[in-house]
């Protein structure tokens, strides 16, 4: 939630282009890419999660970018960039 404080340490902001996974590496950038629409967002890892059937859970922003928000989900592949 915005506010909170992430897996890292850091205040969430769900402004900024950002993700939680459950194994990759803090401070890793991926590639989301929206396969609907083909739109794409470079995000950074700083929380642990999702736990739930998601592979990866996007800040507000980032999703926004991609999809409509009041979707709610998106089917989407990603790929770690530099």
Known sequence: MHGQRTANGETFDAYRWTAAHPYLPMGTKIRITNQDNLKQVIVR????????????DLSYAAFAHIASTS????TVCWRIVG
Do not use: L, T, V
């Not at 890892?45 to 990866?56: E, F, L, Q, T, V």
């Not at 979707?71 to 998106?74: E, I, K, Q, S, V």
């Open 45 to 56: 890892i700083n929380d642990r999660g999702p736990y739930s059937h998601a592979d990866i």
């Open 71 to 74: 979707r709610g989900n998106a």
